[in-house]
Nanobody, 122 residues
Framework: QLVESGGGLVQTGGSLRLSCVAS????????MGWFRQAPGKEREIVAS????????YYADSVKGRFTISRDNAKNTVYLQMNSLKPEDTAVYYC?????????????????WGQGTQVTVSS
């Protein structure tokens, strides 16, 4: 099970930190990712991270502004979002899949959270 938190309303240029706590078979290595879906658009990857912080991936649209990290002792992955823009407005979803590597494709993720709304006002 994945539970996200930290979403909310923020002004352009502001920051938010999303958290996702995993429960269940957390002793098995798993890669994690953050996706987002804006109204009328497809769900897209934002960032992903490997099991031992061994690698990360960022969508071009968030490079230099967002940072993904994880704390395996707390079974938690974070998404620090800085310099937020109105186009970052979306429901953000946490996802996980067993394995060590950085997963990028949406179809490779087996487990999903319920989502948390991020709204950036102009």
């Amino acid at each position: 099970q994945l539970v996200e938190s930290g979403g909310g309303l923020v002004q352009t240029g502001g920051s938010l930190r999303l958290s996702c706590v995993a429960s269940g078979r957390t002793s098995t290595p798993y890669g994690m990712g953050w996706f987002r879906q804006a109204p009328g658009k497809e769900r897209e990857i934002v960032a992903s991270i490997g099991w031992s912080n061994s690698g990360t991936y960022y969508a071009d649209s968030v490079k230099g502004r967002f940072t993904i990290s994880r704390d395996n002792a707390k079974n938690t992955v974070y998404l620090q979002m800085n310099s937020l823009k109105p186009e970052d407005t979306a429901v953000y979803y946490c996802a996980a899949n067993y394995g060590y590597i950085v997963y990028v494709r949406r179809a490779t993720y087996d487990f999903w959270g319920q989502g948390t709304q991020v709204t950036v006002s102009s």
